[in-house]
Structure formats: C-alpha cells, structure tokens
C-alpha cells in the first residue's frame, strides 16, 4: 500500500494520478517526497509503483454527458480527489495515523517537511484545515483532515456523497474545490462545526495561495505551470 515504506506516525499524506500523469508530472512528487513522512498514492489505472486502486464508477456512470463548458463543471475530472480521501478515511490505521494530509501530485518538493512541520503550519483541533481566498473558492491543492475530531468522517463522506448520488451535478459548480467548500459552510452554518482557515487575511495576485504561505518547502505547479514544474509566483523555487 505505501510507497514510502518507513511506516511513521502522525500525519499519512496522500495524492492521486495516473500513468500518463505520472510521467508527464507527478514524477517530480515522487522524486522529492520527503523520507519523513508515509505516503499513499492512489490511481485509477495501474502503475509501476505502489498504489491503492480507485474506482471508475462515476466515471463509467456518467460518461454520457455533454462535454463540460469549463474545468468548473467536470466533476470526472475532479470526482478522484473526494473519492481518494473518502477511501483512505475507510482504509487507514486510525492507531498509528491521527491525521490526513492531501497533496496535488503536481507538486514539487524543495525542502523537507516532517511532522513537526505539519504540526506547525497545518495542523489543527478542528475538523480539518484548508487554503481560503477571499471572495473565491479555496485552493485544494492541500487539504488537511484531523482523525481526532469526531465531525471528520461525516464531512469527508458528504463530500463524497455528493458525487456517489450524482448530486454533485446540481450545484452552480462541480469541481471539488466548489464541493468541499460548500458542504464546508453548510456544516459551519447548520452546525457550528469549526475548521481552520490557512488562508485567512491572504489575498495575492492571481490567486495561488499555496506559493505564497508554502513556497519555501514545496511548489504547487498547478494549472499551465504543470508544464515547466515551476510557479513563478514561487520566490522560494530555486530553479525558476
């Protein structure tokens, strides 16, 4: 099941792709994951590497509908993030891990991060944390979920729900960012249920959130920057 086999405590970090991404990209994830840290990678099709297999249900199921007008509306493409952590939510040790840590594979590591990194930048009593940007969806190229918190498993599965009961496709937008944003303030509004906000009082120029609060120790080559594996919005990326 993992790839890195050094089996710690603390945090289990996950990510997901597939072959072709695997060699256009996520090659570098890999390539500078820190030795610090247990990873789980998931894919839908097979891999040379060790993996954990997702299921193309929703895909198969919905396979018939038109061509989405905008990545906004291609819950396909974005349905693998929920279903991965859904899964290793179901799957995982909950005596040696407290915690989830989802990670785009379209990232790039510069320094090396440990649980203490974690602890101190991320973690968190509540729920989960995540990257919000005033007046926009959230950046959900890092997601955070505490095992500890008895709320988490309800929030990670109606997310989840969303895709399995097709619901997904009645909301404005159907990326998983949207999804996990919306289900995020249902929760916080019916519920008063907290979660912390790494983003907060953060508005940058063009919106990547993640190279500004975690540039120094990681690159979040999102977006058109797959290509080079560089944001330039990145000060810290020493081969920009």
């Known amino acids: 099941m993992y790839y890195n086999q050094t089996q710690h405590t603390g945090t289990l970090v996950i990510t997901a792709t597939n072959q072709q991404l695997l060699t256009a990209y996520a090659h570098r994830f890999l390539d500078t994951f820190p030795n610090a840290l247990d990873l789980v990678i998931w894919s839908e099709d097979e891999l040379a590497i060790p993996h954990e297999k997702l299921s193309t249900a929703f895909q198969e199921r919905n396979a018939h509908r038109p061509q989405p007008r905008s990545y906004k509306h291609d819950a396909i ?40 990194w974690i602890d101190e930048h991320i973690a968190t009593e509540h729920i989960g944390s995540y990257m919000g940007r005033p007046n926009y969806y959230s950046e959900t190229g890092l997601l955070y979920f505490n095992l500890k918190n008895k709320h988490t498993e309800q929030y990670i599965k109606d997310v989840w729900e969303y895709y399995v009961t097709g619901d997904v496709y009645n909301l404005q937008e ?13 929760q916080e509004l019916e519920y008063n249920r907290k979660f912390r906000n ?27 920057r797959k290509r080079s594996g560089i944001s330039p919005e990145n000060t810290h990326n020493l081969h920009s």
């Open 198 to 224: 790494l983003g907060v009082d953060h508005k940058v120029p063009g919106g990547h959130i993640q190279a500004h609060l975690y540039g120094e120790w990681f690159d979040h080559a999102k977006g058109q």
């Open 77 to 116: 493409r974005f349905h693998w993030k929920p279903q991965a952590v859904y899964r290793t939510y179901n799957t995982i040790d909950k005596t040696q891990y407290t915690s989830i840590l989802w990670i785009d594979a379209d990232t790039q590591f510069l320094k090396e991060i440990d649980q203490t």
């Open 174 to 186: 159907q990326h998983d960012s949207y999804v996990w944003d919306y289900v995020r303030i249902k």
